[in-house]
């Protein structure tokens, strides 16, 4: 309930600078097809509050209604419904008719497509009888200078403040687009990559690799005995150390390089570019970097790395095979002893 509110709210807000705009400089417009007419002073009061009392009048409905969105809908409805009724009051004078009505219809579809729209044209035709009925009618087929000069304004002033307006919510939707794509691909944790994006990354490194016969390096980085850790001294300070190891990682590593969350205690780096020696190195700093932090609540707690580092190969087959022989050397350094980097040996080549 309370999201449906605040996009009410939200909806109701972007609607109301526009409003504001057009109908007080349709203001102009009307008065001038009217001018001609003898409209009765109760006319000339209802357009006054219509174009300047009234987009605040229903700013301040949608605001304050429990249901905001259908009380904007509601207000827009009776903007057509004024619309018609004031095409109907200048005798269909075709320039400030059509000016009128068709802004009208621009933002019913705007608000809600063509559905909103039909309505909007019942409305419309709603408020055209009612003048009709009140005025009687007569087509006027020629407007004057006057008429013309004073429609300008809503042709020019209005599409802007709306075209505007759409805009800066395009491009504010397509900032949330990106933040959802990146929450979409980070581990909320760390704020690396999650396993499917790193997981993408080291497919497109691998093509990139075959096709263009670069070297490159893979890594897997397991926290050693992270599970007593976890059993000891409680879940909180195992996520802690999670964010630690990442923040190591990051200020460790180079801009080239490509960290991801692999699951629980495991990390993974892409290494492009780089030979085995290098790649090797490039971990040995990071796991003596890690073996130095130390933790304000638990100063004696000292946490170590195990590490597989695999070189791409030309004789892999794909991108798992890669990983595969990254996970052996991992492996492989935690069944020595752990705390160690280990460099993977690829699998025997074919004859």
């Known amino acids: 309930m309370g999201s449906a509110v605040g996009k009410g709210l939200s909806f109701a807000r972007r609607i109301y600078p526009p409003r504001t705009v057009g109908l007080g400089i349709g203001f102009f417009c009307v008065a001038a097809a009217l001018q001609p007419l003898g409209?009765?002073?109760?006319?000339?009061?209802?357009?006054?509050?219509?174009?300047?009392?009234?987009?605040?009048?229903a700013y301040q409905l949608a605001r304050h209604s429990r249901q905001p969105y259908q009380a904007e809908r509601r207000n827009l409805l009776l903007d057509s419904l004024?619309?018609?009724?004031?095409?109907?009051?200048?005798?269909?004078?075709?320039?400030?008719?059509?000016?009128?009505?068709?802004?009208?219809?621009?933002?019913?579809?705007?608000?809600?497509?063509?559905?909103?729209?039909?309505?909007?044209?019942l409305a419309q035709l709603l408020g055209l009888s009612l003048a009709v009925a009140l005025f009687g009618f007569t087509f006027i087929s020629v407007a004057t200078p006057l008429q013309v000069y004073a429609c300008l304004p809503m042709l020019v002033?209005?599409?802007?403040a709306v075209g505007g307006g759409s805009f800066s919510l395009a491009k504010r939707l397509s900032e949330h687009k990106k933040a959802l794509r990146a929450v979409s691909r980070t581990d909320s944790l760390t704020g690396l990559l999650n396993h499917g994006s790193w997981m993408d990354q080291l497919e497109s490194e691998f093509q990139r690799c075959r096709q263009q016969h670069t070297r490159s390096s893979i890594a897997l980085i397991d926290i050693d005995r992270f599970k007593n850790v976890n059993d000891t001294y409680?879940?909180?300070?195992?996520?802690?150390?999670?964010?630690?190891?990442?923040?190591?990682?990051?200020?460790?590593?180079?801009d080239t390089d490509t960290p991801g969350r692999y699951g629980g205690d495991e990390?993974?780096?892409?290494?492009?570019?780089?030979?085995?020696?290098?790649?090797?190195?490039?971990?040995?700093?990071?796991?003596?970097?890690?073996?130095?932090?130390?933790?304000?609540?638990?100063?004696?707690?000292?946490v170590s790395l195990s590490i597989g580092v695999a070189s791409y190969s030309p004789y892999q087959v794909d991108a798992c095979a890669w990983l595969n022989e990254a996970d052996r050397a991992l492996y492989q350094a935690k069944n020595q002893g752990r705390d160690q980097v280990v460099l993977g040996k690829p699998e025997a080549q074919p004859q």
């Open 157 to 160: 002033i209005y599409p802007l």
């Open 39 to 57: 409209m009765p002073l109760w006319g000339w009061g209802l357009l006054v509050f219509n174009g300047f009392l009234w987009p605040h009048l």
């Open 267 to 302: 990390f993974c780096v892409i290494l492009p570019g780089t030979t085995q020696s290098l790649a090797v190195e490039v971990m040995q700093r990071l796991r003596q970097n890690f073996a130095k932090v130390r933790f304000e609540l638990y100063p004696e707690l000292m």
């Open 82 to 121: 004024f619309g018609g009724f004031w095409a109907g009051a200048m005798q269909l004078n075709p320039l400030p008719s059509v000016t009128i009505l068709s802004m009208m219809a621009m933002d019913n579809i705007a608000a809600g497509g063509l559905r909103f729209f039909l309505l909007g044209s």
């Open 234 to 254: 409680g879940h909180v300070l195992g996520d802690m150390v999670i964010a630690e190891l990442s923040r190591v990682l990051t200020h460790t590593l180079r």
